[in-house]
């Protein structure tokens, strides 16, 4: 049952105990009123019995015709006169006398108490007391004195009763009307001034609570000339709005909690794809170096025995081919976990190294140092971390042959918070792939052709930068280029 018609309910309720309440106390207070109309009736009657004793003569003679023809007959709805020469006959009265009906009886109904009134005029005449009777009264005629020759003298009784006064409702009955009529009404502007300015405004405020736990935006209309439900409606907007604010604040945080989650454990899959390599590798060098070298040195003996020019041309061949494997088992080997030695290397000096290293290289793609300081150093032994460098200079100078782009390759080296250097290798080659870009540190992934990469190169500097605790992101610049971002600590020597 909604408020709205609970409220109407109580309010016809309250309504009905008032009314009732207000019912008996008016008919308590109309009774106390047709006392009093009682009583002013009896003293009229008495005042026009003694009128009609002392204004018509000796009603022993012709004081009687006078009677019939008095004109206030006609003020009276019932009359009639009995003298008090009776009979009594069997429990009955029966006039002898005088027996008037001034009024007439051809009104009257067959149910008429004709002996009733006559005992009770009787009952009057002799104790000289009203009798109330029929909706009238009987009351006792005595003769006036001027009229009367010896003692006070009884003449007989009159009926008497009054004209019914026009149909009309009574206080009571006006009363209970009134207030129904009222009750109706309240409740009616009740239901519809609850309903506009408090039920209206509740239900929207549910249905906007609705929108706004389904994620949408509610959408809130209301009237500020009610206080209190401008108060209401304003505290729940604030209260969305706080709201909103948290859920906003907790999408961020879930999403960066998220991410840094799935980095982790993109480093953690890294790291273990990265030692069970390194495991491999060790076992794979371990097997394959000793026959190898065997290899190698028979070759040697084959090729210095070789005559013809057809022999020294397979053997060279081969010899070659040997090689190819012997550098790709040493890189293997350089997967296997190793702990790094501690050192001191500046920065500096490893880029001037690497120019010299990769001079025929950087004819066609220079190397342009950005160093906020020459003094820069990173905790790790140039032996280590030289190859991490040259690896990743070779890899951006490959990039733009790739795509026969014209370019620098650009290196940045700057100290950042917490005690690390941020080293910045950056080509204006076409970049990697965004499907490929997260695998990109993973061991046997590369973008170069079949036969021109390895997949090795990333993944060894990848697996030393970890070693030298710090870390190795790779993204894509636009409009074009690519950018290794290097995170290694700062060397405490200086």
Not at 166 to 187: D, W
Not at 288 to 297: D, E, F
Not at 349 to 369: G, N, W
Request: proline share 5%; hydrophobic share 45%; aromatic share 6%.
């Amino acid at each position: 049952m909604s408020l709205r018609i609970r409220f109407t309910l109580v309010l016809l309720l309250v309504n009905v105990v008032v009314l009732g309440g207000l019912a008996w106390w008016a008919g308590t207070d109309e009774t106390s009123r047709d006392l009093q109309a009682q009583s002013r009736v009896q003293n009229y009657a008495e005042l026009l019995a003694e009128r009609l004793s002392g204004h018509f003569g000796d009603l022993q003679n012709s004081g009687l015709r006078e009677i019939l023809a008095w004109p206030g007959w006609s003020d009276f709805e019932e009359a009639l006169l009995v003298d008090n020469r009776v009979l009594e006959w069997d429990g009955k009265v029966v006039p002898v006398g005088a027996f008037l009906n001034p009024i007439g009886s051809r009104h009257r109904g067959p149910d008429f108490p004709l002996d009733q009134l006559t005992n009770a005029i009787n009952q009057a005449s002799r104790t000289l007391r009203p009798v109330t009777i029929a909706g009238g009264m009987a009351l006792p005629l005595v003769v006036h004195e001027r009229y009367s020759s010896g003692p006070r003298e009884i003449w007989g009784g009159v009926f008497l009763r009054l004209k019914s006064a026009p149909l009309h409702l009574s206080v009571t009955e006006g009363v209970v009307l009134a207030a129904i009529l009222a009750t109706f009404i309240s409740a009616a502007v009740t239901y519809i001034f609850l309903g506009r300015t408090v039920l209206r405004p509740v239900e929207q405020l549910a249905s906007a609570a609705e929108d706004f736990g389904r994620g949408e935006k509610p959408q809130i209309y209301h009237d500020p000339k009610v206080p209190e439900i401008h108060g209401l409606f304003h505290s729940f907007g604030t209260m969305m709005e706080r709201i909103q604010g948290f859920q906003s604040e907790l999408e961020s945080e879930v999403k960066l909690a998220t991410n840094e989650a799935a980095k982790a454990q993109l480093r953690a899959a890294r790291q273990e794809r990265l030692a069970a390599m390194g495991t491999l590798a060790a076992g794979l060098a371990h097997e394959v170096n000793s026959p190898l070298a065997g290899a190698l040195h028979g070759l040697e003996t084959l090729r210095a025995e070789a005559h013809s020019s057809r022999a020294k041309q397979h053997g060279d061949l081969t010899a070659e081919a040997l090689h190819r494997i012997q550098e790709l088992v040493q890189r293997l080997l350089r997967l296997a976990p190793a702990r790094l030695e501690s050192g001191h290397c500046v920065l500096q000096q490893t880029m001037e190294d690497v120019q010299v290293f990769l001079a025929a290289r950087l004819q066609t793609h220079p190397l342009m140092l950005e160093m906020s300081s020459p003094d820069l150093a990173v905790a790790a032994a140039p032996g280590d971390f030289f190859p991490v460098i040259l690896n990743l200079v070779q890899n951006a100078c490959d990039a733009m042959d790739s795509a026969a782009a014209q370019g620098n390759v650009t290196i940045r080296c700057k100290p950042i918070e917490g005690s690390q250097v941020e080293i910045c290798i950056e080509d204006q080659g076409p970049g990697v792939s965004e499907d490929l870009l997260p695998h990109l540190f993973e061991p046997f992934v590369t973008t170069k052709d079949v036969g021109k990469g390895t997949g090795l190169g990333l993944a060894l500097a990848y697996a030393t930068v970890r070693q030298l605790g710090g870390n190795l992101e790779a993204k894509n610049m636009q409009p074009s280029g690519f950018v290794i971002q290097m995170r290694v600590p700062l060397s405490e020597e200086q």
